[in-house]
């Protein structure tokens, strides 16, 4: 009797995690994912400086949609080339957003205060806007011209002196 109901437990066991393993794979075959030529998902948000913006309002500007965090060294390593940057194409049609997944507030507002950056920034504690992106690595940056469409995706820190970047974005301009 007993062997019989440690069975029934473990078969149930069993069908638990298989049930979690298929709805596993689920999720998986259909998370999206953006990449280069796939129209940029909209999303709209306030900024630290109070600014509302969405990818929608940018028209004529190239978006350089910026994924970080204050707890990941490759986010904060690329911030004073991403900061040099802005303020070298500021006034040439591109436009940086940072967007920081920090759920700690203190620390995202504690390391704004220090960082001094040029470029407009928001925080994403509930990884919204980054699912709808599909990124879960940080840094991740999206260049996004005037009609929506994702031109170039950068997964992990760039350095964005980097003539032949700079290159490139003065090209899609």
Known sequence: MKAVKTERILQGMILVLLCAFVYVIFISLHEKIVGVGDSAPDFTVTTDSGQRV???NFGGKLL???FWATWCPP???EIPSLNEFQRRFAGS???VLGVS???DEKAYRAFLSKAGLSFLTTRDPEHKISAEYGTFLYPETYLIDAKGKVVQK???NADWNDERLVSYVKSLL
């Open 54 to 56: 969405s990818t929608s």
């Open 64 to 66: 350089v949609l910026n």
């Open 75 to 77: 986010c904060i390593e």
């Open 93 to 95: 049609g591109v436009v």
């Open 101 to 103: 997944v920090d759920k």
């Open 154 to 156: 950068i997964i992990s």
